[in-house]
């Protein structure tokens, strides 16, 4: 019977799961990994999911995509919208969204495993499926390959993934080389004296000492790296204080670093630690501040060789018109870990979801930035129809590619 891939993704995407707790999103991809004949293990790294094809001799090709959600209000308006809500690790009940097309991703696996078991008998070797978790924590991939996936399951010779994105649905958008930067998550504790607000006087103000902070912090990027290079210092999160008349004692900053390098990720993490301890300085704070690094993503680099024999695959499934160079991505994946733990080749590909005619007038209007949600909007939701049959297309192609 023939898996409806619509009403899959409809499903997910109403229901989505914060990173690793995406147990009901787990349970529906493993189930459907049994009904297609798979071996499969559920709870690989907390909520991960493993499932294996054995069909003759030949390359084992690991198949990766991610399922966890993010704590975003849906805005689509669609009929299908995200009305769900969960509880963040600080034990806050926040809305839940598939803001980044993480149920695009499962959906199209899904499709793609369908697609190859019913080709088996055109090609010969082992597929291994990994549904992984905590995607957005950047832990995930982690999270199963310390719960011994290269040594539970066959070793990879190449590991293959996808990702939608903002690009015109039908269009594949692959590179060899940098596909994504490397990255870090970071959290500043900015340590003043707390008081009563009518006395600045006899306070040391955190909540100026953060605002400082992130103006100057925002000069790394324009004043320390060669404008010809690439790097990105965001401050996604500000925390200080719980009345408008008290001082508070600290301030915490959440800050996402992107750089396409380890030398350029030397430079911006020393830029930061130099801002950051200068300006608690300035600020006459007596305790030096902290600074704890959440998560470290490495750069996705794809495999060259590897690449060219995808490339090619994608183009002769697609069209040669409808795969292009995007350029390198200054957003991060963990699905690195797996090829660079196992030392094998990666190759790591986005594929289209946005409407092609609604793609060309934006663009045409020179309004690709507002008129286009990007992941982790609250307006972004792939069209449904071609993007699952693209990516069910391009993922079969490319494992084909080297299952032969």
Same mark, same amino acid.
């Given at each position: ?37 798979? =071996? ?47 509880? *963040? !690790? ?30 088996? *008998? ?28 290269? *040594? ?13 994105? !903002?690009? /015109? ?51 790394? $990027? ?11 210092? $965001? ?12 001082? !508070? ?48 993503? !490495? ?45 094998? /080749? ?8 946005? *409407? ?21 909007? /609250?307006?972004?939701?792939? =069209? ?21």
């Amino acid at each position: 019977m023939t898996i409806d891939l619509e009403a899959l993704y409809i499903d997910l995407h109403q229901h989505p799961e914060l990173s690793f707790q995406e147990t009901r999103t787990a349970g529906i991809a493993a189930q459907h990994l049994r009904d297609l004949g798979l =071996e499969v293990e559920e709870g690989v790294g907390v909520t991960g999911v493993v499932g294996v094809l054995r069909n003759g001799d030949g390359p084992v090709v690991w198949v990766r995509a991610d399922m966890d959600a993010l704590p975003v209000e849906e805005q689509t308006g669609l009929a299908y919208a995200s009305t769900a809500h969960g509880v *963040d !690790p600080a034990g806050t009940t926040v809305p839940v969204m598939h803001a980044c097309g993480h149920d695009m991703h499962v959906t199209a696996m899904i499709g793609a495993v369908e697609k190859l078991v019913a080709e088996r *008998d055109q090609w010969s070797g082992t597929l291994v499926v990994v549904i992984q978790p905590a995607e957005e924590y950047g832990a995930g991939a982690r999270a199963m390959l310390d719960a011994g996936v290269l *040594d539970r399951y066959p070793k990879p010779d190449v590991v293959l993934g996808q990702h939608v994105t !903002p690009l /015109p649905a039908g269009i594949i958008g692959v590179r060899s080389g940098t596909q994504m930067a490397a990255s870090d998550g970071l959290t500043v504790t900015l340590h003043g004296r707390g008081g009563h607000g009518s006395r600045p006087h006899a306070t040391i103000d955190p909540v100026v000492m953060a605002a400082a902070t992130v103006m100057r912090l925002q000069t790394i $990027t324009s004043r320390e790296i060669d404008p010809q290079g690439v790097a990105v210092v $965001t401050v996604g999160s500000i925390h200080a204080g719980l009345k408008n008349n008290i001082i !508070p004692a600290e301030a915490k900053l959440e800050l996402s670093l992107r750089y396409p390098n380890e030398e350029a990720r030397e430079k911006v993490l020393a830029s930061v630690e130099r801002i950051v301890r200068a300006e608690a300085t300035a600020s006459g704070a007596e305790r030096e501040p902290e600074i704890r690094t959440d998560h470290t993503l !490495p750069a996705t680099i794809n495999d060259e060789d590897a690449t060219a024999r995808v490339t090619a695959a994608l183009q002769r499934a697609l069209g040669e018109a409808s795969v292009i160079d995007p350029g390198m991505f200054t957003g991060s994946e963990d699905v690195s870990w797996f090829a660079r733990d196992a030392g094998v /080749p990666l190759v790591f590909w986005f594929w289209g979801g946005i *409407d092609p005619v609604r793609f060309a007038e934006a663009s045409a209007a020179g309004r690709l930035e507002k008129d286009i949600p990007t992941n982790h909007s /609250p307006f972004f939701a792939p =069209e449904i129809h071609p993007t699952i049959e693209v990516g069910v297309t391009a993922l079969s192609a490319a494992a084909r590619e080297f299952l032969g």
